[in-house]
């Protein structure tokens, strides 16, 4: 585990037991790809969303902490999942500085072990949530396949459409913040009017998330996030600084974008990266961060109305953290 | 739909009503790949599961025919997630005749198309099963997962293991045939002795019919199976006729399997065919008969202590009718 929630000693013992939970359902004997799973599953960073499924279930009476944990841990394990097939369909060699788990056994194992990971997240959450939160993980798991597959298909068409990506990020990412924090509250029984506050809160966190997470691929260093510079640019993708440099100088960067061909790595590598600077210069990343701002500030509205407490705080804090994160 | 049921008018019925949920579920406007994995539903063939499902139900009391078909709905998108993703293991071209799904939207979509047939079938279970059917639909899936993946790192070392054999068919097929009858008589509230005992006969129906596919892979003519002879054995796989010829002439059988090469498709072909005579000539086809004829006969004496009815008779009938179908 990172040091993330260093700052939050009963959040991060918490987490701890949804870590052992995590690694104690893949290390099942019947599973054939449990240690490169296992592997992957470590890599997956700062167990967010169980951390927000968590802080979701302190605003309640009635939270059973085990039974939550429990649930914290199907949650990850659908994120997991997620990542393993991402890392397909992105033909991904690493994550977080590692191999992913298609290129360490093999796309065809990847794609049965995300299956596996699937499953095992369904029986958890069936086994542990209230049906009609389980129900809302299965339903939500099939928005997130939609939001990623509108995404696939509008690749290398690089559309300034700020509304068709709000919408993929709400689907991909801020849908299941939403529901994390949400679905804590709710088997927390606290309360209707706190459970539709913590479903805000979530999605604007996420959506802040989501952008900012977007911005880091246009601002970063390849040694610091392990990834190349502009590898979003280059996979076809059309982010939210993007989106704001082509509304800006539309032909200038269609020139540049013209490059960027799934069938040729140098000329798109060479594009990628000039295409990512000239968006910065463009002010695409500052009005991006606008928005994430933005959000952010939603969020915290949202996270003011919540009965004080502790976890009102670390919620809050959270949310600003993840909007100043720089990588 | 196949006329395959067209002697059982009742159960054919229920099955177009099944077809039909199975297309409403697929044609969701959020879900931008509807028409093509509706085509690859429509693919799928002779709703054997979902039959298996209302059939064991018909052995209940308390059976909701609605509730029941959308379970049984349920368990055919499970069936085809699970060829979604097969196909892309196997690099299929093709499945019955048409385009398998990722020859035509691409190996990226397709994963994700199963990922949301998969999270369609789990919503639907737990929108209509009881908790526990839900639970055993996503720990059978877990079971397939993983049977698949021991069956895939298996490939082209060609070991004459019959127990890893029934152990990886058992997994794969035969425990999806089993919950269906199974978990049919349980929602009807069946009574737990006729739930058990149709739970065996699924799983001995499954053996049988797997068995059955594996041998008609050496038998069967291109043109009326529309996939090449040999396909097995081409894909590394030993299914039991192979293990049979294995045992019969080790040598002999190893010289030509020696050729089926990952890296070669010629000569994998060509071995690949002469293999499938050989393993006829040396009888490994007959014996492997012989082993679906018990499981037959295993399933036909499970299928006698149920207790007589219409129902007692189809499913007899459809034992008969896999254990004999000639593709």
Not at 12 to 33: N, S, Y
Not at 49 to 62: K, Q, T
Not at 130 to 157: F, G, H, M, T
Not at 270 to 280: H, Q
Request: charged share 25%; net charge neutral.
């Amino acid at each position: 585990m990172t040091d993330f929630w260093s700052g939050s000693p009963a959040l991060e013992a918490r987490l701890e037991r949804v870590v052992a939970m995590i690694e104690a359902t893949i290390d099942d004997r019947g599973f054939p790809l449990r240690e490169a799973t296992m592997a992957a599953a470590e890599a997956t960073g700062k167990l967010l969303r169980p951390a927000l499924l968590i802080i979701g279930s302190s605003f309640g009476r009635a939270a059973e902490p085990c039974r939550i944990d429990r649930l914290a841990a199907a949650i990850e394990l659908l994120h997991v999942a997620t990542l393993v097939h991402d890392d397909i369909i992105d033909d991904a060699p690493k994550r977080r500085g590692r191999s992913s788990l298609h290129a360490s056994i093999g796309v065809k194992e990847a794609v049965l072990a995300g299956d596996w990971l699937f499953s095992r997240c369904f029986l958890l959450s069936s086994e542990c949530a209230e049906p009609e939160n389980a129900r809302s993980l299965a339903r939500l798991i099939a928005a997130v396949c939609s939001s990623e597959i509108s995404q696939d298909l509008a690749k290398y068409r690089f559309s300034p459409s700020v509304r068709f990506y709000l919408r993929t990020i709400a689907g991909k990412t801020a849908a299941l913040f939403s529901l994390a924090l949400y679905a804590g509250a709710s088997e927390a029984k606290a309360g209707s009017r706190t459970e539709q506050t913590l479903r805000r809160a979530g999605y604007d966190i996420g959506m802040a998330f989501q952008i900012i997470d977007d911005i880091l691929d246009f601002e970063s260093l390849e040694d610091v996030v392990q990834k190349p510079v502009g590898k979003d640019i280059a996979e076809g993708l059309c982010t939210l600084p993007l989106i704001y440099a082509l509304k800006a100088d539309g032909p200038g960067m269609e020139a540049i974008l013209a490059r960027v061909r799934k069938d040729d790595a140098a000329s798109t590598a060479r594009a990628a990266v000039e295409a990512t600077s000239r968006a910065i210069e463009l002010g695409g990343t500052v009005k991006a961060r606008n928005d994430a701002r933005r959000f952010t500030s939603r969020a915290i509205t949202e996270i003011g109305r919540l009965p004080q407490s502790s976890s009102r705080d670390t919620l809050g804090f959270l949310a600003e953290r993840l909007l100043q994160r720089a990588y």
